[in-house]
């Protein structure tokens, strides 16, 4: 039963739903999914990957020609995880924290990718405390999933590195975190905690980016002025950028603590650019990186405002990146 529970799951959650039908804790079917993986979930497995990279651009190159058996216990902790959404059973998290304790961690592609095909759905999740850290875990062990959500991980994977070489990976990863701004609307009320960690953990992961080689300055100077673009608005001559400004001014002078240190985690996003702004001739190439918007975020950050006013005046105020 556990098997055609997990085979149901995986159906379901093509779909969108998730909607375990019972939780998969036998250790003898645990076994058997990794030593003889019944074909319909190898099918369903390799269906999930396809969901996933079939969204990118070109992303049928990465497709994987095998896929490891053990992304069926990544399947089964998240099956196991959303049945205890709504019926708690201690038993059944003993047995999913020492299922993804014992789930090895991705250091191939294609590893990376079907953990990620089906690990990408736990952001869908409001789990109680005592089952996060079966999340934390499971995030741990897929890397492409720590820079999806994102969350930082204490040394950069050499997996996701290569991941990150791929057009199709970085351009999935730079639409993801550009939807992580929080609208004006909850801005002006309070960020929520989970975005506020998120663009402090964006900001945190772009700069161990930086911090790692010169060869990631370019996909983080695209992802800033894509960043810069999408958020624009105003006329050609007088561009604002409302969301970023209302940021600085609940950092500054919001009703309250909480709102106040969201927002700066929030702007802690910036911080990466921000770095970059020393050296003006990286940022010239990049047009509609505008000078002021530059200017807009130095101002939330006064200990970086002298280096920017080195800049030449033309980059500051040229009218070609708007």
């Known amino acids: 039963m556990s098997t055609r529970s997990l085979a149901i799951f995986l159906h379901r959650l093509l779909a969108g739903a998730l909607e375990p039908v019972g939780p998969v804790s036998d250790s003898a079917t645990l076994t058997r999914l990794v030593e003889q993986p019944a074909p319909v979930l190898q099918t369903l497995l390799g269906a999930h990957v396809d969901a996933l990279i079939g969204g990118w651009p070109d992303g049928a190159l990465l497709r994987p020609r ?34 993804a304790q014992a789930l090895p961690a991705a250091t191939d592609p294609a590893t990376a990718l079907a953990y990620h095909s089906l690990l990408r759905h736990l952001d869908r999740l409001e789990l ?6 079966v999340a934390r875990l ?54 929520s905690l989970e975005c506020a960690t998120a663009n402090a953990e964006l900001g945190g992961l772009l700069g161990a980016l930086l911090e790692h080689n010169a060869e990631w300055q370019p996909l983080a100077l695209a992802f800033y002025e894509a960043d810069c673009l999408l958020q624009r608005q105003g006329s050609r001559e007088q561009p604002t950028w409302p969301g970023v400004t209302a940021l600085g001014t609940a950092a500054r002078y919001g ?47 006064p200990h970086v405002r002298l280096k920017l006013r080195r800049m030449p005046s033309d980059r500051i105020a040229d009218s070609r990146a708007a």
């Open 66 to 99: 095998t896929l490891p058996a053990t992304a069926l216990w990544a399947a089964t902790a998240l099956n196991n995880l959303v049945w205890a959404l709504q019926r708690p059973d201690p038993r059944l998290l003993t047995v999913t924290l020492r299922l």
């Open 128 to 133: 109680a405390s005592d089952w996060l850290p």
């Open 138 to 191: 499971l995030v741990a062990r897929s890397p492409l999933t720590a820079a999806w959500l994102p969350r930082r991980e204490e040394q950069l994977s050499p997996v996701l590195l290569d991941l990150l070489r791929q057009p199709p990976v970085q351009v999935a990863l730079r639409d993801r975190w550009l939807g992580l701004l929080p609208d004006l609307a909850a801005v002006r009320r309070t960020v």
């Open 255 to 301: 009703a309250d603590a909480r709102q106040r240190r969201h927002a700066e985690r929030v702007l802690a996003r910036y911080r990466p650019l921000v770095a970059l702004l020393a050296d003006e001739a990286l940022v010239r190439p990049y047009l509609h990186l505008d000078g002021r918007f530059l200017m807009l975020v130095a101002d939330m950050m």
